[in-house]
């Protein structure tokens, strides 16, 4: 395992999924146990998504400058710390401080994981000779022959093998999230709160097998390029991130499919973070007001665990198609052209959520906008990381991630304010309306003339 990088790559996928189950838990004791507020349910979202915004591209900028491989381990355990602790207390404040140290784990890995997995890629590429030995190429399913067809071009290619590598890495997630299901609606018929710590800790025992077995040869940090350069020059830390920052923002404003992408993950993800929170108490008051915290446990389980199930054959689908296509101009615009299509999809489901006064089409339109959802990000961060130079791939990565949150940030709490003042389904509505207006850069760049693509 610790000379595949692949694997390794896929396994963080399952890792994250892990993380993201313990929202279960800790959704059902905010709003059936505590009963916490619309209002309340945004800030608890505006908290996180804040620290994201404040510390996504530092935490890239770190990543490229020191490790990507540190920077992966250190997030998952200030992740499962945020996550052990959630629940020791019931004060709201506190409630706040842990979302936060959640959001500042979420950074640590959102771009690094991305950009050391195409970094091992591509070291094992250009030492052919061993990569046989080591990673020999493998097909990614039972039965699938795409690579012979084409003369095994998806193995021998690195940027499309990265692709789909980022896409089965959303799929490894989508199991990760139901093996946590599992685990946090059995330990929560036991103690929703203490379903919410396990998870905690088994989210720092993952980080401590990674420290263990994840290798770093393809990255070579900036900071320690040059061994025997003079001191005064290693006191440049701050003036080196201040340069990568830059030349990660240079990338996203003069690559017209990167900037299409920034755009429509910040307004898509002010849509997203208001379903995030407040779909929950939506289906709640449509029909379930009489469960009891572990009923609701059981209930939001089996609901999420179908959803992921579902996720698992369009992000298969998702990888086929990027791996058959090349990074040039055309595979930019129907890229575009396909994340339009997912996020017009999601504001249906988004609609139905809102509008519909029966509790199953809401379910089925909640359904919709998860799994439409759940492949725009993946196609978002395949995108991303396609255009993206190896110097400052974890930052511009990053730059999607802050994007995501300054969308989160500014439209999540606005929402959740509309939701506390006229009504939870009025904000949803708006929320799906704002998944149709994100599709819009995107498209733009679908339509836009191959040529003018730098």
Not at 253 to 280: F, H
Request: hydrophobic share 55%; no cysteine; aromatic share 8%.
């Amino acid at each position: 395992m610790r000379h595949r990088p692949d694997r390794l790559f896929l396994l963080t996928g399952g890792v994250q999924g892990l993380a993201f189950s313990w929202g279960l838990p800790a959704m059902v004791w905010w709003v059936v146990d505590l009963r916490l507020s619309p209002f309340r349910l945004a800030v608890l979202g505006t908290a996180l998504v804040l620290s994201i915004l404040v510390t996504e591209t530092p935490t890239g900028v770190v990543a490229d400058l020191y490790s990507r491989k540190y920077s992966v381990v250190a997030a998952y355990v200030v992740m499962g710390t945020a996550m052990a602790l959630g629940p020791v207390t019931e004060l709201f404040g506190v409630l706040v401080i842990w979302q936060v140290l959640w959001g500042v784990g979420w950074t640590l890995q959102s771009g690094a994981a991305t950009a050391w997995m195409t970094d091992e890629i591509a070291h094992h590429a250009s030492h052919s000779h061993r990569s046989a030995a080591v990673m020999p190429v493998e097909p990614s399913t039972p039965g699938d022959d795409a690579g012979a067809e084409d003369g095994g071009a998806a193995g021998s290619d690195p940027s499309r093998q990265v692709d789909g590598l980022i896409v089965r890495h959303a799929v490894f997630r989508a199991v990760g999230v139901m093996v946590g299901l599992v685990a946090a609606t059995a330990l929560g018929a036991w103690s929703v709160r203490g379903s919410m710590a396990v998870m905690g800790l088994l989210s720092i025992a993952a980080a401590g097998y990674l420290a263990v077995t994840m290798p770093e040869a393809g990255f070579e940090s900036p900071r320690r390029r040059g061994g025997s350069a003079p001191r005064p020059a290693r006191t440049s830390a701050w003036r080196d991130a201040i340069t990568l920052w830059k030349r990660g923002a240079r990338l996203v404003r003069r690559s017209p499919s990167l900037l299409a992408v920034t755009l429509s993950a910040a307004v898509a993800a002010g849509a997203w973070e208001a379903n995030d929170r407040l779909s929950a108490l939506r289906l709640f008051e449509l029909g379930l007001t009489e469960l009891d915290g572990r009923e609701a446990v059981l209930f939001f389980g089996a609901a999420w665990f179908v959803m992921s199930a579902l996720a698992i054959p369009m992000m298969t689908w998702l990888r086929r198609h990027l791996e058959r296509s090349q990074a040039d101009q055309r595979s930019a615009r129907r890229d575009a052209f396909l994340l339009a299509r997912f996020l017009v999809v999601a504001a249906a489901g988004a609609l139905a959520l809102a509008l519909s006064p029966w509790f199953t089409v809401a379910l089925i339109g909640w359904a919709i906008l998860d799994v439409a959802g759940e492949t725009a990000y993946s196609l978002t961060e395949a995108m991303a990381n396609r255009h993206a130079d190896s110097s400052v791939r974890a930052t511009v990565v990053s730059f999607v991630g802050q994007s995501q949150a300054v969308g989160e940030v500014s439209i999540g709490l606005a929402l959740g304010t509309v939701a506390q003042i006229v009504s939870v389904p009025f904000s949803l509505a708006i929320a799906a309306a704002l998944f149709a207006v994100s599709a819009a850069p995107a498209a733009a760049v679908g339509w836009r003339p191959a040529a003018s693509e730098e």
